[in-house]
Every structure is written in structure tokens, then in C-alpha cells.
């Protein structure tokens, strides 16, 4: 018999999931933090706009989003963030895309360049792995399936691809439309989960060992800087 009561498990448990939940909450902040130096109001800051979407999808208290307004206008006290983004490959030869918000920029990079060294990696220089993808944007929404009728309506807003899955769908479009179908989206009665920028793969490498890439990945998420990791590993 285990010397461990269920109390004391279902206890670690929420510790590790309030921990999570924590982080994201922290990386959630400094997205709208950098979004709202554009401009407090959501409604004429499209990038506010998609990072409060995003904070809501997490189940973010609205004071934490109110807070994270106030330090991206100056009113809040916070040092400057800025947004990075590293390249590198990960174990199995996975191209890695890191998109990181740092207050000390040396300090992110290094340990960053740690974390791949220790686990298999290595950081590459400048579009060392960057065109091995492209720019696009996605509008999540919380529907399984699209109609005839809201997939014609999508592609005359400007969809290009979307995937559907029992998660949701992923609507993929040009950079520059991603306003216009999220707009779009949210018209046709849709569940807008998060309409984002994303490095989408051009191809994808498939993996023989993914639980140690998807190790590699979670470890990597996890350093208090990294934002959105990209990845071409078919997992």
C-alpha cells in the first residue's frame, strides 16, 4: 500500500497545475503588455485586441489583463520588453522557431543556448531555420466544422486553408488579412478561441522518437522567457 494519502497527491497535483497556469499567465501578460503600447483600447489595436482574446481563452482574471494594459502605457512600472526570436535545431533534427519576450535580452539568449546545448540541440544563426517556414495567420474558433456556406464567406474574407478537428478549427490566412477573417469569423456566429501570427512549416520532418522531441519541446516551453515555440517535427 502506498505510504502516500490521494489528499496528498490531488495536492501536488493542483501545485503543478496552478504552476502552469501561472506561467501562462505571465507569458499571456507580457503579450499584452508589448500589444498595448499601440494603444489601450482594444478596439482600435488589433494586437491588444488578439492578446486579450487570447487571456480570455486562458480563463485570465480581468484584473491580470487590466494590469498588463497599464504597464504597456507606462502607467504600470515595468521594465522595457522586447520580443526576440531565436532559431535553432532540437534533437532528431527538428528546425526550432523560438519566439521569446525578454527585460534582458543577454540573459534570455543565454539561457536559452543553455537549454538546447544540455538537451541534444543547438541554436543557429540568423534564418538558419526561418525559411524553412512562413508567416501566416491563424484564427482559431471552437466549431468542429465549417458550413458551405461560412467556408465560401471565409475565402472571400481571405481564408486560404483550414483544418478541422473535435478541438476546433484553425483557419489559415495571409498576415495581412488576419483582421478581416477574424472579423469575419466572429460575423458568421463563429467561437473565436485566438487569432494569432504563427511560423507555419513549409514541410514537416517526421520523428521516430516523439516523446523525446515533445520532452524536448515541454522543457523548452518552460523557461520563463519563451513565448510560442515553432517546430516542423510531425507529432
Known amino acids: 500500500m502506498s505510504g502516500h494519502s490521494k489528499w496528498a497527491t490531488t495536492k ?6 496552478d504552476a502552469k497556469r501561472s506561467s501562462l499567465f505571465t507569458k499571456i501578460s507580457k503579450n499584452i503588455s508589448i500589444a498595448a503600447r499601440d494603444g489601450a483600447d482594444p478596439s482600435m489595436n488589433f494586437k491588444l485586441r488578439m492578446a486579450i482574446d487570447q487571456a480570455k481563452e486562458a480563463s485570465m482574471p480581468k484584473d491580470n ?19 526576440v526570436l531565436y532559431e535553432g535545431y ?64 471565409l475565402i472571400d474574407a481571405g481564408m486560404t ?21 477574424r472579423d469575419a469569423s466572429e460575423k ?10 504563427t511560423y507555419l512549416p513549409k514541410e514537416h520532418l517526421p520523428v521516430a522518437d516523439e516523446a523525446s522531441v515533445l520532452s524536448f519541446l515541454t522543457g523548452l516551453d518552460d523557461l520563463d522567457d519563451v513565448d510560442v515555440i515553432h517546430t516542423n517535427a510531425d507529432i
Do not use: C
Open 65 to 83: 489583463i487590466e494590469r498588463a494594459i497599464a504597464r504597456g502605457t507606462g502607467t504600470g512600472g515595468v521594465a522595457q520588453l522586447e520580443r
Open 12 to 17: 501536488r497535483q493542483k501545485a503543478v497545475i
Open 188 to 197: 458568421l456566429g463563429l467561437t473565436i478561441r485566438q487569432a494569432n501570427a
Open 161 to 181: 486553408d483550414f483544418t478541422s478537428s473535435g478541438e476546433g478549427t484553425e483557419i489559415v490566412v495571409p498576415l495581412e488579412k488576419l483582421q478581416t477573417v
Open 90 to 153: 532540437g534533437p532528431a533534427g527538428i528546425a526550432v522557431l523560438i519566439e521569446a519576450i525578454s527585460d534582458n535580452k543577454n540573459r534570455t539568449f543565454s539561457e536559452v543556448k543553455h537549454y538546447f546545448s544540455k538537451n541534444g540541440g543547438h541554436l543557429g544563426s540568423t534564418n538558419s531555420v526561418a525559411w524553412m517556414f512562413d508567416l501566416r495567420g491563424v484564427v482559431h474558433v471552437a466549431e468542429s466544422a465549417l458550413s458551405e456556406t461560412q467556408q465560401l464567406a
